[in-house]
């Protein structure tokens, strides 16, 4: 069972410089105020990789809990440190796909110029997104970046409980 649980020990470190990667690359998109889709893919990747570290650990955590309860308590850690670097991975490829929203919005630090919605009087303002500003367009949107069409998802704010 040792023999089982030293490679995730190791992955950790590597998971670890693969999020400090993608900390350098989210803060060069910033910079850049630009992400082509395959880095986007990426970061997805990386992502669904961690996740599937994290499904492979806690199977073998919950065998070493039927043998020894305490040991598979002091695994702990071990799956914590994989769930952290999921949550920092995760965040940074939000950093990285609200400056393709803002790209694909055309809100990238630029004023509106004359004649564009939100110049002239009685019209309703642009909103000009900062890089570090979440923006919500208010409906269902696709992973590219356009609306999805109406009737095409289910509402998650449906009634809460089981759906049958």
Do not use: C, N
């Not at 986007?40 to 806690?58: C, H, N, S």
């Not at 809990?65 to 850690?77: F, K, N, V, Y």
């Not at 694909?104 to 000009?128: F, K, M, Q, R, Y």
């Amino acid at each position: 069972m040792s023999e089982r649980l030293k490679p995730f020990a190791g992955k950790i470190d590597a998971w670890r410089q693969r999020a400090a990667e993608t900390r350098d690359l989210a803060d060069k998109v910033v910079a850049q105020k630009s992400v082509d889709a395959a880095t986007l893919v990426e970061i997805e990747q990386t992502g669904t990789d961690i996740r599937a570290e994290i499904a492979a650990f806690d199977k073998l955590v919950s065998e070493v809990g039927r043998i020894s309860p305490a040991s598979a308590a002091e695994l702990g850690g071990i799956g914590d440190a994989l769930r952290l670097i999921l949550l920092e991975i995760t965040e940074l490829g939000t950093r990285m796909y609200a400056v393709r929203w803002q790209a694909v919005l055309g809100t990238i630090d630029t004023p509106p110029a004359a004649g564009e919605p939100g110049t002239a009087s009685g019209e309703e303002p642009v909103h000009h997104v900062a890089p570090d500003e979440v923006i919500y367009l208010g409906g269902p949107v696709g992973t590219d970046g356009v609306d999805l069409p109406a009737g095409s998802h289910e509402s998650e704010a449906a009634e809460p409980g089981p759906r049958h």
